[in-house]
């Protein structure tokens, strides 16, 4: 099968055009000679199958950032039989000299101008003939936003992949002696760029700088962010709501009315098992899958506007002083989604001290799973009225967390690293293309979810159900025992017997926690709600939420950590820091306002 | 004042230079050059961060923001 490799810089589309070419079958997976998973898909071309792989974006043949290592050891580890060089067209001038580079590998190539469409608009020309006939591979013009131009491009990768016979690995000498020729390289752009390339030589004002002016404005600007973040937050919150309780009595509805007859023929020890165990528990976790695609929605639509990276502008003047910078604020953002995903976006930071201190500070990140279980217990114990005040104060505390942690470690991992960002310009959001990012997240969390729910949730069912023959949930079960076990630690703090097990199960994944919740008390929906207000007042709620918030980063994210970090220590310190930190912080307020009550009154 | 010599992050908002020399380490003369920062190209200022934040240029169909440390080691004069 034939191999295509996607090259190019940051920001130039690459996994937009990706995900248009491969439609929904890509796969992330793990490739011999390079320490990270990349995206891969099979597709048709021109009647065979080829195999089409994303490398990570890249600035440099012969940088020295991970992604740039990445791509080079990908690049002498695997044969490659065409790569697809995809470049912004508006910014051609600039991305030329990559499209030299790898030129030189002697692989067989095909440009893809990338963007045609904004191009055009801002009135720049490309004779694609001539850049061709000057490069020696074909170039063609597309949008992988709009899909145009996709068909002729199809064909050209399919004739050029056609005519190439034998693939092998690109050669380490090969690579390093092509890459140290950067004059001529820079001359060979200007030439092209007189011959094939011609640019208004004034752009009028772009709608994209009208925006700045306001977005980035030296005072308003971080309050906007602040506002347009929070509208954010609530209108997941009005949207997600009715649908979590929607689902949640459907799932009802459909226990009493199918399950419960279905299984009644089962022995005891079965159909509680099943239906008190999988089924309470898995559909506690499902109902509120809809809150979460939601909130992956807004989040792509951010992030494909380019407002993420205007927060890095704006807020690294702060984040400077905690040791940090403006990406890192940025992987904090997107860790309210998944940590998982923003743990490995610190690639892009190329000294090791910054990479590390930013990962410490993002599993404090009030990732959407977290939001799940705080959503549960606010909107058991508190109004309404109060419920989205309570909401915003995890939030805040998850920030007081972080910024804390970053001042307590900032000299120990000191760093020099360079912030140099590119700043894309503002963009409308594809409808098309939000949905296509927000359901991979959503494929990636639930994934991730669902493999650690069930095994979690039978896990808890059997620890309060076993020993055989005491009654479900009380001292006498290995819960039980658990519970007492962990007491002399968690009663001071305030979190009671049952719960205790339900936080050893958030240490797996923290929807487990929820789940867990359902099977320790036996009850779901409703009932489970009633019970939750019953057995604790606001004082337990809020110190139980505050430990859960901080206390351990998810068994997925402890392994992106260990293996981003490529330390064992480091992997110890993200989780022993955190339960030190959500202890003394719940400790503190339970403790506090206890004293404080009991002083007053 | 024809050809004055400053820094990159001398320059007010809305002021254009051209660019002298990059005195930079290896890797990020790599990566500067990549987003544009070569000899001989002008660079438009747009605006500065407060609080000491990072400067927001413009360079060609690029736009890049640095901190200010980074501009201090780019060379520029006057157009």
């Known amino acids: 099968m034939k191999r295509i490799a996607l090259l190019g810089m940051p920001n130039t589309g690459k996994s937009t055009l990706f995900n248009r070419l491969t439609g929904s079958s890509a796969r992330v997976a793990n490739w011999a000679g390079v320490t990270v998973d990349l995206a891969s898909a099979k597709i048709l071309l021109g009647g065979h199958m080829a195999e089409v792989v994303d490398l990570p974006g890249i600035y440099d043949l012969h940088g020295f950032s991970d992604d740039e290592k990445v791509v080079r050891h990908f690049l002498e580890a695997h044969p490659i039989d065409l790569v697809a060089i995809v470049v912004n067209a508006t910014q051609i001038e600039r991305q030329l000299p990559l499209v030299l580079q790898a030129r030189s590998l002697g692989l067989s190539a095909v440009l893809l101008l990338n963007m045609a469409d904004e191009a055009k608009r801002q009135g720049m020309q490309i004779d694609t003939a001539r850049l061709a006939a000057r490069l020696g591979f074909p170039a063609v013009l597309i949008s992988a936003k709009y899909g145009l131009g996709q068909a002729e491009a199809l064909c050209t990768l399919a004739q050029t992949v056609d005519t190439f016979v034998e693939s092998v690995p690109v050669r380490y000498g090969i690579l390093k002696s092509v890459l140290s020729d950067d004059a001529r390289i820079e001359r060979e752009t200007a030439e092209m760029m007189t011959e094939a390339v011609s640019i208004p030589v004034q752009l009028s004002e772009r709608i994209s700088d009208r925006i700045d002016r306001l977005a980035l404005h030296p005072w308003f600007g971080l309050p906007l962010f602040f506002i347009a973040m929070m509208l954010m937050f609530q209108a997941v919150y009005w949207l997600g709501v009715p649908l979590q309780t929607g689902l949640a009595q459907i799932f009802d509805e459909l226990r009493q009315v199918v399950l419960e007859p279905l299984a009644a023929m089962l022995p005891d020890f079965l159909h509680s098992l099943l239906l008190d165990g999988v089924f309470a528990g898995f559909v506690t976790v499902a109902a509120f899958v809809p809150l979460i695609v939601l909130f992956f929605l807004f989040m792509a639509l951010i992030e494909d506007s380019g407002y993420l990276a205007r927060a890095a502008f704006l807020t690294d003047a702060l984040m400077a002083r905690l040791g940090l910078d403006g990406r890192s604020f940025v992987m904090v953002l997107m860790g309210f989604g998944c940590n998982v995903p923003a743990l490995m976006g610190t690639r892009v930071m190329r000294e090791r001290p910054l990479r590390l201190l930013s990962m410490l500070v993002i599993p404090l990140s009030l990732c959407s799973a977290r939001l799940q279980v705080f959503m549960f217990i606010i909107s058991a114990i508190f109004t309404p009225v109060q419920a989205p005040w309570v909401l915003f104060g995890m939030y805040l505390m998850s920030f007081v967390a972080m910024i804390l942690t970053a001042l307590l470690f900032r000299k120990r991992f000191r760093s020099n690293e360079p912030f140099v960002v590119e700043l894309p310009p503002w963009r409308l959001p594809m409808l098309r293309q939000v949905w296509m990012r927000g359901w991979l997240e959503v494929h990636h969390f639930l994934m991730r979810a669902t493999r650690f729910i069930v095994f979690g949730v039978i896990a808890v069912w059997l620890l309060t159900h076993l020993p055989l023959g005491v009654a479900p949930g009380s001292p006498e079960t290995l819960a039980g025992h658990l519970g007492r076990l962990f007491a002399p630690v968690l009663a001071p703090i305030g979190i009671d017997e049952k719960l205790t097990v339900a936080l050893l199960f958030g240490f797996v994944a923290k929807e487990v926690m929820i789940g867990a919740f359902a099977v320790i008390y036996g009850l779901s929906g409703d009932a489970l709600v009633h019970e939750f207000a019953h057995s604790m007042n606001w004082l337990h709620a809020i110190s139980f939420m505050l430990f859960t918030l901080i206390y351990t980063p998810c068994i997925s994210a402890i392994a992106t950590i260990k293996v981003e970090s490529r330390s064992m220590r480091f992997a110890a310190l993200s989780v022993v820091w955190p339960l030190i930190l959500a202890w003394s912080t719940s400790f503190v307020f339970y403790q506090g306002v206890r004293w404080m009550t009991s002083a007053t009154g | ?79």
């Open chain 2, 1 to 79: 004042m024809k050809f004055a010599k400053y820094l990159l992050s001398d320059l007010h908002p809305g002021q254009e230079a051209v660019i002298d020399a990059v005195h930079a380490d290896e890797a990020l003369h790599h990566r500067l050059a990549a987003l544009g920062f070569r000899i001989g190209r002008s660079v438009l200022l747009l605006r500065r961060g407060i609080w000491a934040g990072p400067l927001h240029v413009r360079l060609g169909a690029t736009d890049v923001m640095l901190r200010r440390a980074e501009a201090g080691l780019i060379s520029v004069r006057s157009k």
